[in-house]
Structure formats: structure tokens, C-alpha cells
């Protein structure tokens, strides 16, 4: 059974462009979380989604957006990137809205802004 | 104070040593603790997952919760050198309950090297 799958594996961006990243759950999952995990600070919380809809939100600014499509992948944009939004992205997938407790990861993407 | 405190090691062991792992927590709300396996550039993988107090054994591995101290311990024996990764701890508050669910708190991570 394929684990959560991510693309791109690397992204490299310059300051204030976009970038978009996606996720393709574990089969079955409905739920989508997106964490980022930057040197030095840990797994920080982003976004939650199930059936398509945002569940909840991390400390994070609005340029932070995503979404959940009907297939329960997912994707994350990050506008007007700043240089120390440079950090691994990291999707993950549970099975339902009742299962958040347990969660597992995709191998991440690499954005790095220069 | 941080929300969730973990000594970023690094940790060093010989092979076959028993490692004991540690997270401390300010929040006492927080009821369900894991244990993540995190290896180098690589996403974190789920090794345990704790409900309240008490111990959980799988294999090698045993995840300890003390909620009077605020304490987690994760605690792997006969150690291997593909044990050497970054252990990571993380907690939430509670099940499904709408909105403000599921935003697991990670510690920072100790990072373990296993030597043959």
C-alpha cells in the first residue's frame, strides 16, 4: 500500500514568488495535515483538512493557504515567499476526522528561497 | 516555557545499550502522546501512540506517560545502529471535537546515534 506521496521533492524559489506543494493521502484517508519543520524549530502545525474543508489552522499568516480536492489530495501555497519560509514541508494523512492522533507522514518537501 | 521540552541530544550509545528517551510538558490538558522515528531527510514515522498515563510496550520499544509529572519517556532496548535517527515527541489534546482538533505539539527532537 503506498504511503502519503509528495511533489516536487525540491523546490527552489526566489523571494516574493509562490510556491505550490502537494500531497496525495494514504488510500482511504480523508483527512490532510500540513506541517513545517524549519532548522531549528520543530514541527510547526499548518493546516488540517477533511472532506474538503479547512479544519484548522496553525499560527501562521495568511499567505499560508491550501486546499482539499475531492479526491482528498491536497495541495499548499505559500505567497510572497520570505527567505525564512525555507524549511521542510511535510504533508501527512490520517483516516478519517476522528483518527488525528494518528498520523502519518510523507517524506516532505524541500522549498528553499533564496 | 515552552509547551513541549525535549533534549536535542545528540545522544550517543553502543550497540545493544538500553536508551531512554524524554519529553517534559507544561500543558496539562494534553492526553494522547507519540513517539515519531524521524531519519535523516527523511518524514517522520509513527512508532507509538499512548492514550493518558501508564505503559505501552511494542517489541523493543516502551513508551512511558507519568501525567502527574508531565513527563513522557520513550525507552528502546537492545539497541541497533538503524535505531540512529531523531526521536521526536508529540502530544495533543484531545479526540475529534471540532474546530481547535488535532494540532499534535511536537517537541524539537533528540537526535541518536547508535555505535556499533
Known amino acids: 500500500e503506498a504511503g502519503v506521496t509528495q511533489s516536487p521533492t525540491h523546490l527552489i524559489k526566489t523571494r516574493g514568488q509562490q510556491a505550490t506543494l502537494r500531497c496525495s493521502p494514504i488510500s482511504g484517508h480523508t483527512s490532510v495535515y500540513w506541517y513545517q519543520q524549519a532548522l531549528g524549530l520543530g514541527l510547526q502545525f499548518l493546516l488540517w483538512?477533511?472532506?474538503?474543508?479547512?479544519?484548522n489552522r496553525g499560527n501562521f499568516p495568511p499567505r499560508f493557504s491550501g486546499r482539499q480536492f475531492p479526491n482528498y489530495s491536497s495541495e499548499l501555497n505559500v505567497n510572497a515567499l520570505e527567505l525564512e519560509d525555507s524549511a521542510l514541508y511535510l504533508c501527512a494523512s490520517s483516516l478519517d476526522s476522528y483518527s488525528g492522533n494518528t498520523i502519518y507522514f510523507g517524506e516532505g518537501s524541500w522549498l528553499t528561497v533564496v | 516555557q515552552k509547551e513541549v521540552e525535549q533534549d536535542p541530544g545528540p545522544l550517543s550509545v553502543p550497540e545493544g545499550a538500553i536508551v531512554s528517551l524524554n519529553c517534559t510538558y507544561s500543558n496539562s490538558a494534553f492526553q494522547y502522546f507519540m513517539w515519531y522515528r524521524q531519519y535523516s531527510r527523511k518524514g517522520p514515522e509513527l512508532l507509538m501512540y499512548?492514550?493518558?498515563?501508564g505503559n505501552k510496550e511494542d517489541g523493543r520499544f516502551t513508551a512511558q506517560v507519568d501525567k502527574s509529572s508531565k513527563y513522557i519517556s520513550l525507552f528502546i532496548r537492545d539497541s541497533q545502529p538503524s535505531d540512529s535517527a531523531t526521536y521526536l515527541c508529540a502530544m495533543s489534546v484531545d479526540t475529534y471535537s471540532g474546530a481547535g482538533s488535532y494540532q499534535l505539539t511536537f517537541g524539537k527532537g533528540t537526535k541518536l546515534s547508535v555505535i556499533p
Open positions: 499512548t492514550y493518558s498515563s
Open positions: 483538512y477533511d472532506e474538503g474543508e479547512e479544519r
